[in-house]
């Protein structure tokens, strides 16, 4: 069974372009959540989804960054007219049909770095 | 609001060392605790975790207590391996049904020979 799998690992764009960041989750998953680690600092929350739904983007900024998870196929961030301060590691976990609770275990991927330029 | 707070690294120590990472909270209820390990390059790996006050949680020789009364959560080894070196972050739950983790900074280890 493999992990949750993120890709691309690293990502280089230049300021103002598309960046998009695809997580695919354990196989019977289907609970997604997306973090963004900025350098020095800890794994900020960004948005919570199951299949077709976006149940929290309390932690998404308001302009530029959407989120889906599609019926079929893996979940996707996206970040347009991508600017320096996108800079970060954006992680990806999933959790089984019952979401996380504390008494679930939630897997991370192992990230993707986007640098912009 | 809801936050974990840990120690700042780096923590440099010499195999066989004894290791404390600290790790404190600040939250409503009562949450689940938990330390997660990034080894490099990888991602977060559940290290251990307790769900409730005066639970220990142990795994691969680290060790962590809930202590309620003074909201902590401190990591402990008695041994550290070179193999251990890594960012090991603690974080909370709220334990509600599809709430997020809440993470600290994260402490880097790097132990060596």
């Known amino acids: 069974n493999a992990g949750v799998m993120q890709n691309p690992r690293h990502l280089v764009r230049r300021r103002g372009q598309e960046a998009r960041l695809r997580c695919s989750p354990m196989k019977g998953h289907s609970h997604v959540y997306w973090y963004r680690q900025l350098p020095e600092e800890g794994l900020k929350f960004m948005v919570y989804?199951?299949?077709?739904?976006?149940?929290?983007e309390s932690g998404m900024p308001k302009e530029r960054f959407s989120a889906e998870f599609p019926k079929e196929g893996p979940s996707i961030l996206r970040i347009q007219q991508v600017v320096r301060g996108d800079s970060a590691a954006y992680f990806c976990a999933s959790s089984p049909p019952n979401p996380f609770s504390g008494e679930t275990e939630a897997f991370f991927g192992q990230g993707t770095r986007l640098t912009v330029v | 609001g809801d936050s974990v707070t840990q120690m700042e690294g780096p923590v440099t120590l010499s195999e066989e060392a004894f290791l404390t990472i600290n790790c404190t909270y600040t939250a409503t209820g009562y949450p689940s605790l938990f330390w997660y390990v990034q080894y490099p390059g990888e991602g977060l790996q559940l290290l251990l975790k307790?769900?409730?006050?005066?639970d220990k949680g142990s795994n691969k020789g680290f060790e962590a207590t809930y202590r309620k009364e003074t909201t902590s959560f401190h990591l402990e080894k008695g041994s550290v391996q070179v193999s251990d070196s890594a960012v090991y972050f603690c974080?909370?739950?709220?334990?509600?049904?599809?709430?997020?983790?809440?993470f600290g900074k994260g402490t880097t280890l790097s132990v060596s020979s």
């Open positions: 974080a909370l739950s709220l334990n509600q049904a599809g709430t997020a983790l809440i």
């Open positions: 307790a769900t409730k006050a005066d």
């Open positions: 989804l199951q299949k077709e739904n976006i149940i929290d």
